[in-house]
């Protein structure tokens, strides 16, 4: 379901938990991030957002329902059943007690790869992090010999305002246009719209 939605324009997946098991939203979301924002594609998880008002969500979500059927939250109940009485797709998962949520991690596993499989990326492959690993050993090694960080060039610098990034963010960001907000920003104080 997560990959198929996707596919189809629901590319952000809000995890809804009853307060006793919040804190297995945070870990699904930190999956579904790494396991499947690559090559221009993926879910964007959203764990822990104050539910707002059901009129206020566009057609890009899908919303998983994490119900501890020892402790019931009846706001979120509510907030669950207004999502779906508005036509959001809604996937309600009940636990018997928190000791359940250790089927959650298996289930969510399975469902990850499942999507990245629909999405046409390799949930498995993490090129990325990996790089970061091997960066981060570069520079412990070099603190651990000098004693201190290497000094980073900013691409952008004036009027005291400087961005830092690697160079093929950089590029990145001008392909966009982005290349005019540090500029923007470089003018002087924001100003409030009228």
Do not use: C
Request: aromatic share 6%.
């Amino acid at each position: 379901m997560i990959g198929v939605l996707a596919l189809n324009g629901r590319d952000k997946l809000t995890v809804l938990a009853s307060p006793s098991i919040a804190a297995f939203a945070a870990w699904i979301e930190q999956l579904v991030a790494e396991s499947t924002g690559k090559q221009g594609r993926g879910v964007i998880p959203i764990a822990d957002e104050p539910l707002g008002d059901v009129s206020a969500y566009g057609t890009d979500r899908l919303f998983v329902y994490l119900r501890d059927d020892a402790q019931p939250d009846a706001q979120r109940d509510k907030a669950a059943d207004a999502l779906e009485r508005r036509g959001h797709p809604i996937v309600r998962i009940r636990l018997h007690s928190p000791a359940a949520i250790a089927q959650e991690f298996f289930r969510f596993e399975i469902a990850t790869a499942v999507a990245g499989a629909i999405l046409g990326i390799n949930p498995f492959d993490q090129p990325d992090v990996e790089a970061s690993k091997v960066a981060t050993r570069a520079v412990t090694e070099a603190f651990e010999k000098t004693g201190a960080l290497p000094r980073e060039t900013p691409v952008f610098e004036k009027n005291g305002v400087a961005l830092y990034t690697d160079p093929l963010n950089a590029e990145a960001l001008r392909k966009l246009g982005a290349a005019t907000t540090p500029r923007k920003l470089a003018q002087g104080p924001l100003r409030e719209a009228q």
